[in-house]
């Protein structure tokens, strides 16, 4: 499995930017990166996808260094609907087999 | 587009009783998948698909079966339900290895 690691959990203010880091040391050489969003009682939703070096869009940046062992998601000025748990996924399509969510990482924003 | 469905929202069996749970698509993905989530945890796959009348196991596959026979719609059946089954079920849908569109989820309690 392409296992990955995030911190449990991270705190932030309003007006912030936030990194957070996953782990996956296992990645496959064709295995994209991808980034989830999800809210209490709802589905994930999809915030970024990457394979290398650097991707943007109108909500986040990624960040993939050149082993691909790592990846960091980027949240530019944060605000309290940001709050919720965010999941880096590698691997989908025909590796899903091979692929796993992990525990995610639980983002807080204060006021 | 309504994206993808999920029929039904809840459910309560009783150990032993069997039950399919529908997701439906509508944006013509090859690629579906069935999740469960437990309350803290992140997603893990069950079974997926990567196009109509092929399925593939995931990374907890026990315990249930999958079928699809059609390309927009993706079942997961659960034969002799345990309480150990408790749990959301997500199911998803993508073009190839790209975002995942998730649906609402159906939260399946068995006592």
């Known amino acids: 499995l392409a296992k990955t690691t995030q911190p449990i959990s991270m705190d932030s203010y309003e007006g912030q930017e936030v990194n957070i880091t996953c782990s996956h040391n296992n990645i496959a050489t064709n295995d994209y990166i991808t980034w989830y969003q999800q809210f209490p009682s709802q589905g994930p939703r999809f915030i970024i996808q990457?394979?290398?070096t650097k991707v943007k869009n109108e909500v986040a940046s990624l960040f993939i260094p050149a082993d691909r062992k790592s990846s960091t998601l980027s949240l530019p000025r944060v605000s309290l609907s940001d709050t919720a748990v965010y999941y880096c996924l590698v691997g989908a399509g025909t590796n899903a087999g091979k692929s796993t969510f992990g525990d995610g990482t639980t983002l807080t924003v204060k006021p | 587009n309504a994206g993808v469905t999920q029929t039904p929202k809840f459910r309560v069996l009783k150990t032993g009783q069997s039950m399919t749970l529908l997701c439906a698509q509508d944006m013509n993905h090859e690629y579906m998948y069935w999740y469960r989530q437990d309350p803290g945890m992140g997603l893990r796959l069950i079974h997926y698909?990567?196009?109509?009348?092929?399925?593939a196991k995931g990374e907890v596959p026990d315990g249930y079966n999958v079928s699809r026979l059609k390309k927009q719609n993706f079942l997961l059946g659960l034969e002799s339900a345990a309480p150990s089954q408790t749990s959301v079920y997500f199911c998803a849908s993508s073009y190839r290895e790209y975002e995942q569109y998730f649906g609402p989820g159906t939260r399946l309690t068995v006592t």
């Open positions: 698909s990567v196009g109509e009348g092929t399925t």
């Open positions: 990457g394979y290398k």
